[in-house]
C-alpha cells in the first residue's frame, strides 16, 4: 500500500471515525501531546547542554544520559501515539501540507541521529578525549528536535 | 464597566493590538515562541521536580541539579511571559471574559506560590537532604504539586482556543 493508503486506511479506521465525530477529542489529545512536548523538551536539553558542557559537568555524560533517556524515549511515545490520533482526524489535510512533511522528515533524522551519532558522541565525552565532535552532535540534535517543534506548530497555518 | 474590562478594552482597540490580531504571521510566530519557551520552562521544572520524586538521576544531588536547571526555567519563564503579553494584548477583550484564560492564571499562581514556598523553605536546607535517592516527604509533595499545577498550565492554555 502507498503512504498515500495508510493515510487514507488511518483515517477511515475506527479511531480515525472516533476523532472526527467527538467533540473534545482533538483538544484533549492535542493537550496530552502538548505535555509529552514539554517532557521530551526538557529531557533533549539536559542530556545536550550536559554533551555540551554547559550543566552538569562533574557527572558522567553516559550515565545522565542513560537515566534521563528512558524519559525522553517514553515522553516520545506519548508524543508518537497521540501524533498518530491527532493525525487520524486529518490524514487526508496533513498528508498534503509541507510543513507535515518537512516535521516528519525532520523528526526521523532526529531519531535517527539520537541512536547512530549523538549515542557515539556521548561515549567520545566519556572516554575523556576532548574532541569538538560531542559538541557538534549535541548542536546538531538541539537544531533537530527544534526543527520538529517549529514544523509541527506550523502544520495548523500552512 | 470593571476597571480590569477597562484595562482590557483599552488594550484590545489600541493601534498595536489591532496590528497585532490583524498581522498573518506575527501572531503566529509569537505563539509559537510562546510554546516553545514553555517547553522550556515546564520541561527543565519537571526533570527536577522527577528527581526530587527520587525517577531519575539520583546520583545527582538536588542543589546541583537546581543550580544547573533554574536558569534554564527562568529564561523560558521570562519568555512565555513576554509572548504571553503579546499575544493577549492581541486577544484582550476576548480573553477577559473567556473562563480557560482565568482558569490559566489562578493556576499560574498556584504553581507561583509552590515554587516560592520551594525556594523559602523546602530548598534552603537541601544541603542536608540534597543528596538522598529519595527526599524528604515535603519535598515530593512539593514536586507533585508542581507537576500537576504546571500541567494544569499547560492544559488550561490549550484550552483557551476553544472558548
Given amino acids: 500500500m502507498s503512504v498515500h493508503g495508510w493515510f487514507m486506511a488511518l483515517a477511515?479506521?475506527?479511531?480515525?471515525?472516533?476523532?472526527?465525530?467527538?467533540?473534545?477529542?482533538?483538544?484533549?489529545?492535542?493537550m496530552v501531546h502538548l505535555l509529552g512536548l514539554a517532557l521530551l523538551g526538557g529531557s533533549v536539553l539536559i542530556v545536550d547542554l550536559r554533551l555540551l558542557g554547559v550543566i552538569l559537568k562533574g557527572e558522567s555524560a553516559v550515565s545522565i544520559n542513560r537515566d534521563v533517556s528512558r524519559l525522553l524515549l517514553g515522553s516520545l511515545t506519548v508524543m508518537v501515539l497521540s501524533g498518530i490520533t491527532l493525525l487520524s482526524e486529518e490524514a487526508g489535510k496533513c498528508y498534503y501540507s509541507p510543513a507535515f512533511r518537512c516535521k516528519m522528515a525532520l523528526l526521523a533524522a532526529a531519531v535517527v541521529f539520537y541512536f547512530t551519532l549523538h549515542r557515539q558522541a556521548l561515549l567520545r565525552v566519556q572516554s575523556g578525549k576532548l574532541t569538538l565532535w560531542p559538541r557538534v552532535a549535541a548542536v546538531v540534535s538541539l537544531l533537530l528536535w527544534l526543527g520538529v517543534g517549529i514544523a509541527g506548530r506550523a502544520i495548523g497555518l500552512l | 464597566?470593571?476597571?480590569?474590562?477597562?484595562?482590557?478594552?483599552?488594550?484590545?482597540?489600541?493601534?498595536?493590538?489591532?496590528?497585532?490580531?490583524?498581522?498573518?504571521?506575527?501572531?503566529?510566530?509569537i505563539e509559537s515562541v510562546h510554546v516553545l519557551s514553555i517547553t522550556l520552562?515546564?520541561?527543565?521544572?519537571?526533570?527536577?521536580?522527577l528527581r526530587m520524586l527520587g525517577l531519575i538521576l539520583r546520583s545527582v544531588s538536588v542543589s546541583r541539579l537546581a543550580r544547573s536547571v533554574l536558569p534554564l526555567s527562568w529564561s523560558g519563564f521570562a519568555v512565555s511571559v513576554a509572548s504571553g503579553f503579546l499575544l493577549f494584548w492581541a486577544e484582550a477583550a476576548k480573553m477577559y471574559i473567556?473562563?480557560?484564560?482565568?482558569?490559566?492564571?489562578?493556576?499560574?499562581?498556584?504553581?507561583?506560590?509552590?515554587?516560592?514556598?520551594?525556594?523559602?523553605?523546602i530548598y534552603r536546607r537541601a544541603q542536608e537532604w540534597g543528596t538522598l535517592q529519595v527526599c524528604p516527604m515535603r519535598a515530593r509533595v512539593n514536586a507533585i504539586a508542581s507537576l500537576t499545577l504546571w500541567s494544569g498550565v499547560i492544559i488550561a492554555g490549550r484550552a483557551i482556543a476553544y472558548f
Fill in chain 2, 41 to 49: 520552562l515546564v520541561g527543565t521544572i519537571a526533570v527536577l521536580d
Fill in chain 2, 1 to 29: 464597566m470593571p476597571f480590569l474590562q477597562h484595562f482590557c478594552d483599552v488594550l484590545y482597540q489600541s493601534n498595536f493590538g489591532t496590528m497585532l490580531r490583524e498581522s498573518n504571521n506575527a501572531f503566529s510566530v
Fill in chain 1, 12 to 30: 477511515r479506521s475506527p479511531l480515525g471515525h472516533a476523532m472526527q465525530t467527538s467533540r473534545w477529542g482533538f483538544a484533549v489529545v492535542e
Fill in chain 2, 98 to 121: 473567556n473562563p480557560s484564560f482565568r482558569a490559566k492564571l489562578v493556576l499560574l499562581v498556584l504553581a507561583g506560590f509552590n515554587a516560592l514556598v520551594f525556594h523559602t523553605t
